[in-house]
């Protein structure tokens, strides 16, 4: 059973970063397409960056040129690199798996084609 448990969020203020990890048991990331979604209040579940099992990376124009996803030489670890954050940045962040786009020939898009989600955590950018 695959299980994404997030750390990393907090507090920071306009203009700073803060790096989120994403650990993952009973897999490894290459072996899904691994995206970090984020749910601000009041507003749907929207996916900022995503890191497909051959390396490839996507990012909402939101955050492009400002947060990077990557991995750890062990394939157990995802991470979100977040500069340059802004308030409009504030919201709970989840890291989740797809591990069927081998038989959908691509990627989920949306967050109901992701199976495996973590607990999420909160990122909170003040002006």
């Known amino acids: 059973q695959v299980q994404l448990v997030e750390s990393g969020g907090g507090s920071v203020q306009a203009g700073g970063p803060l790096r989120l990890s994403c650990t993952i048991s009973?897999?490894?990331?290459?072996?899904?397409?691994m995206s970090w979604f984020r749910q601000a209040p009041g507003k749907e579940r929207e996916r900022v960056a995503l890191?497909?099992?051959?390396?490839?990376?996507f990012y909402a124009d939101s955050v492009k040129g400002r947060f990077t996803i990557s991995q750890d030489n062990a394939k157990k670890i995802l991470f979100l690199q977040m500069n340059s954050l802004k308030p409009e940045d504030t919201g709970v962040y989840y890291c989740?798996?797809?591990?069927?786009?081998?038989?959908?020939?691509?990627?989920?898009?949306?967050?109901?084609?992701?199976?495996?989600w973590g607990q999420g955590t909160q990122v909170t950018v003040s002006p």
């Open positions: 989740a798996a797809d591990p069927d786009f081998r038989s959908r020939g691509y990627c989920a898009i949306l967050a109901s084609g992701y199976k495996y």
């Open positions: 009973g897999g490894t990331v290459s072996g899904y397409c």
């Open positions: 890191l497909s099992s051959g390396g490839s990376t």
